[in-house]
């Protein structure tokens, strides 16, 4: 068993929440149907280390488009259970850091954190179906786009293959068993007819209330049209600014939303979704099954390597690569089930950053001169976020990080509370790579990253980014 995944808890895996009228529901970004409770709750409770959120449930969802509108009122049948209280040691310890590191942000960042009431989830529409109705049906509840389209078009490329395209991924028409590495299965170019796909967009719909959209029913032969998660988790995508034609690798990928947003933001030539767990790469590989079609999934590889290999294994393959690390999401460490487990989880939380420096340097290997590695977790934790970032660019003289602050924090101030990275444990900072190419300069600790901070009215997060360049 690779280390990293029993120590991994993402921030857009399903979870359970009560809504404002206490009613038990699945706030989850992969749905389940009577059919397929039972396969899905073998996936979530075989993980090493079950969460307190991997529970049994049993949900009616809807079947058809029709059934979405109004969907919410009582069209899920719902069970009760007890809300969750948070772990006493854990929220000391985040106390004890967190108000050093985020200063006045952090009681209102807390008070959020204990308030899973509060909490707003954004709705990943899929370019793939028609969604007409479901934008009719948020715009009529208060729902407004996250992303305008002038402001999508700075962060993705927004043109259709061209029709004398030569592809380097397999001709396979569904997804590839992980036997075989991307890197031996993109060594031919073969040609492919240009895809006929809608063009490339992201459009993520979020409501000012923590107002929960009803998930969708997986149905055979059908795609999904909508995707459930923080808003928050789009930005690492945003940032890695992924082009038509373009290799990409997703190192961490498990359960796939990032990876289903990069192929909301352009056609990749190849998408590797890498996971070596293997009830969480069934897990994603039954994501990507419902949402994305069969001209796109031949593109799409589902790995089984430990994401610390890539870098000797395929290095220099890939155009973009995101490390969505494991690291220790606060929001759901904070309701560890008991103190066991809560005192268990801050002895992990120590060996993290050496494991997500590792991931990281293995992306930067394994990206081409050039290209470029976005670095992301869900957690507030400077150690495993700038001081990662910090240590790793104190080893790669050829790694340059890049200003996130005037690309994505000002321009989505309205959305979401950010604050700049800060430069841990009195490090000293990588001069080389920080001087920056164009004559300017962009204060040091904007260039380690940005954090999503959740605050009243803006939930969002937590979500660290920070995107690196690897010189030519």
Not at 408 to 420: G, M, N, Q, R
């Amino acid at each position: 068993m690779y280390i990293y995944e029993t120590l991994r808890r993402k921030e857009n895996q399903p979870f359970v929440r009560w809504n404002q009228r206490k009613t038990f529901r699945v706030d989850g970004r992969t749905d389940f149907t009577n059919q397929s409770c039972s396969t899905w709750r073998i996936i979530c409770f075989k993980t090493p280390k079950p969460t307190p959120t991997a529970l049994c449930w049993s949900v009616n969802c809807h079947t058809g488009p029709e059934a979405v509108l109004g969907a919410h009122h009582n069209q899920v049948t719902k069970r009760r259970r007890k809300e969750r209280s948070s772990c006493q040691l854990v929220l000391e310890r985040f106390d004890q850091q967190y108000s050093q590191e985020l200063g006045d942000l952090w009681s209102s960042a807390r008070a959020v954190l204990l308030d899973p009431h509060s909490w707003q989830y954004g709705v990943m529409l899929n370019r793939f179906t028609t969604v007409t109705g479901i934008t009719q049906t948020l715009q009529s509840q208060g729902f407004s786009t996250l992303l305008p389209c002038a402001a999508v078009s700075k962060y993705q490329a927004g043109s259709l293959l061209p029709p004398d395209y030569i592809s380097k991924c397999p001709p396979n028409d569904s997804l590839l068993q992980p036997d075989s590495t991307s890197h031996e299965l993109c060594q031919d170019f073969q040609s492919e007819p240009s895809l006929s796909l809608p063009r490339p967009t992201l459009q993520c719909y979020i409501h000012p209330y923590p107002l929960r959209f009803p998930s969708q029913a997986h149905r055979p032969g059908q795609l999904k049209q909508y995707y459930l998660l923080n808003a928050a988790s789009l930005l690492p995508v945003l940032a890695l600014q992924v082009r038509d034609g373009e290799k990409v690798l997703d190192l961490c990928s498990a359960p796939g939303g990032k990876a289903l947003a990069i192929t909301q933001c352009a056609t990749p030539a190849l998408l590797c979704c890498n996971e070596p767990d293997p009830h969480r790469r069934d897990w994603l590989a039954k994501t990507l099954e419902s949402f994305l079609p069969q001209s796109l999934i031949s593109r799409v590889i589902v790995s089984a390597q430990d994401g610390r290999s890539f870098g000797q294994s395929e290095a220099g393959t890939y155009d973009k690569v995101l490390v969505d690390a494991p690291c220790s999401n606060d929001r759901s460490w904070l309701y560890s089930c008991s103190s066991q487990q809560g005192e268990q989880r801050l002895k992990e939380r120590a060996k993290l950053p050496a494991l997500q420096a590792q991931l990281l340097r293995s992306a930067l290997s394994a990206v081409r001169p050039g290209g470029a590695v976005v670095y992301s977790t869900c957690t507030l934790s400077s150690s495993e976020n700038c001081a990662v970032v910090e240590t790793v660019l104190n080893d790669c003289p050829e790694a340059d990080p890049e200003d996130l602050w005037e690309e994505i924090a000002i321009p989505l101030a309205k959305y979401f509370t950010f604050s700049p990275a800060h430069p841990g444990h009195g490090q000293t900072p990588h001069k080389p790579s920080l001087q920056p190419q164009n004559g300017t300069l962009s204060p040091y600790r904007h260039r380690l990253g940005i954090l999503v901070v959740p605050q009243p009215g803006k939930t969002w997060g937590p979500m660290f980014l920070s995107r690196i360049r690897r010189r030519k």
